[in-house]
């Protein structure tokens, strides 16, 4: 099985997409994750990285894309993947789909977790006072709201000329929501063969 998850910054889907990976004992690869992981440990794509995260920007496709090459190859090999955090732009997408489509291992779904911005602006302020994360301030925040707005809104679009979106809403008790995308994903799964 190979999903991602789509939605804004604190929509949930670090959270859900770990829930949905041990459910159906997947792997969950978090750009996100694996891009803090890079800046803690100082490596080359860590210090390309940072600037950008720390203002709220999107790390250049490159950096990621290649990031991610191995991991996703890997795991789609191994049973399946629940991605968060990619694709971010329709670019990334496309780029995506071109090298996942020869080898087979394009994504079959991705679910769109929707929730209110004055949600989103509660959880990650929330979530701020002990992240430690630079881009959970309030300012970069908004930036990265809109970001999202600008850049990965767009991919809604996308997946849904595809006839491959779930939209489950996000603003809910953790547990409702996993169990929305669970009933989802049962009724779609035509899309999963
Ligand atoms: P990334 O790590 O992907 O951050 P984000 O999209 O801003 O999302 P968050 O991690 O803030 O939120 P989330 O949706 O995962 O929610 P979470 O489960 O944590 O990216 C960070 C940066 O990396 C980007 O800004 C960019 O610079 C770079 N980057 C990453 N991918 C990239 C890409 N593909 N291309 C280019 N650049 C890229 O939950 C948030 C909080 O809410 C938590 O405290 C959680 O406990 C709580 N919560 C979750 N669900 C619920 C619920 N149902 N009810 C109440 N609280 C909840």
């Known amino acids: ?16 997409a770990g829930r949905i990976a041990d459910h159906f004992a997947l792997a969950h690869i978090s750009s996100g994750d694996l891009l803090r992981h890079h800046v803690a440990t100082g490596t080359p794509i860590g210090q390309r990285a940072q ?14 894309l290649d990031m991610l090459r191995k991991p ?27 090298v996942a489509r020869e080898l087979g ?4 779904v991705a ?4 929730v209110p911005r004055e949600a989103l602006l509660a ?29 990965t809104r767009p991919l809604l679009d996308y997946y849904r000329e595809r006839e491959r979106l779930l939209t489950v809403n ?4 953790l547990a409702e929501v996993t169990w929305s995308v ?5 009724r779609a799964k035509k899309l999963l063969r």
């Open 123 to 151: 959880r990650i302020v929330a979530r701020g006072l002990t992240s430690g994360r630079s881009d959970d301030d309030p300012e970069v925040l908004e930036h990265r709201l809109d970001v999202y707005e600008r850049h």
């Open 51 to 64: 600037a950008f995260m720390d203002r709220g920007e999107l790390v250049p496709s490159s950096i990621v």
């Open 170 to 173: 996000g603003d809910r008790p």
């Open 105 to 108: 291992v394009a994504v079959q």
């Open 182 to 186: 669970l009933v989802q994903l049962q």
């Open 111 to 114: 679910v769109h977790l929707a």
């Open 72 to 98: 996703v190859l890997a795991a789609a090999r191994d049973g399946g993947y629940v991605l968060d955090g990619f694709p971010r732009t329709v670019e990334q997408a496309q780029q995506a789909y071109g």
């Open 1 to 16: 099985m190979r999903l991602l998850l789509i939605g804004a910054p604190g929509a949930g889907k670090g959270t859900q």
